[in-house]
């Protein structure tokens, strides 16, 4: 049996570099240049046209933007995207996490001509690959230009079940594909100052996770930060995420950034996270494990729910990849399974029910 080759629209405006990326692609067997854009606005005509099976897209472009470009064919043609951009210019940087929430899947680094060896080549391609077995889902928050006017993901059903007996210390957080616009989403319900401190891990690899936490810092009324190795566990109203290469945890009520090995091919760990949670705080953690490529989660999830935690796992419906959150309930990790909509209402009614500290 044949199996047809990856269709791909390149989309860059710099002729040098699409003649290189076209040529790479071309001479892997498995995939094939389907077309050529060099902006924004032939990109968008040109998926129309020929229903690639992935885009990859620079972020700066003429006529139009690949902001603006990803927001309308997440909305109205989707389809998946693999960013390949810069990550030198800050304003670069914020335009390809608003481009990530938007519904892009990934982003790699654009290739800056001095490469010694075949490393970035190996993966361009396995990207492809990878973003093209995603089925992406339309993103209806994109027609709507900027974030602050998302609609909910999806119809909520009130107020959290009840939770008697549990005071809350800590809520966590952890994701991976289709990551950004979740965590905005969440983060948008929790009501502002939160009176818990809230842990992040999105896997999103250097050097565009440089500057994450100061983009998301700008997208809701909560404080966002990389934390200080060594500080003391704030009692609330922080945001506190893993940096790029490092696991944060929580030992003795202070916070620690370690080199240690990787989990899962994955530093930050979403596990090593809920784990050092589990330890610390036992049933007062709150914790849900949202969109994400791979099983990174479901083990340190379970740890929480032994603990007597409160977990949450996305539903299949609303995520972008069910791979995270489908290992959580496979292993019996997740106490409730909800859309993102109703999963950030959930988070959200914790505030009343946390007893005093």
Known sequence: MT??????????????????????????????????????KGAIALCHELRPDVVTLDMMLPVMSGLAATEYIMAHCPTPILIVSSSTNRGELFR????????????????????????????????????SRIKVITHPRARLRGLGQVPPTAPTTGAPEPSTGRRWRALALGASTGGPGAIVEVLRALPAPFPLPVFLVLHIGEPFGAAFAEWLDGQTAHRVSYPRHGEPVPAGGRVLMAPPDRHLIVLDGHLRLTNEP??????????VLFESLAREY???????????MGRDGAAGLLEIRRAGGLTLAQDEATSVVYGMPREAVLMGAAERVLPLGDLALTLAGLVPLRGDS
């Open 282 to 292: 036992g049933s007062g953690v709150v914790a849900a494990l949202l969109t994400g």
């Open 3 to 40: 199996v047809s080759p990856i269709r791909v629209l390149v989309v860059e405006d710099s002729l040098t570099v699409r003649r290189r990326l076209c040529e790479l692609l071309d001479a892997d067997p498995d995939i094939e240049v389907a077309g050529e854009a060099e902006d924004g």
């Open 96 to 131: 390809t996490y608003d481009a990530l929430a938007a519904g892009a899947l990934d982003v790699l680094e654009k290739p800056q001509g001095d490469e010694t060896d075949d490393g970035w080549e190996r993966k361009l391609v396995a990207s492809v690959k990878l973003v």
């Open 262 to 271: 990787e989990r899962h091919s994955c530093r930050p760990s979403v596990d």
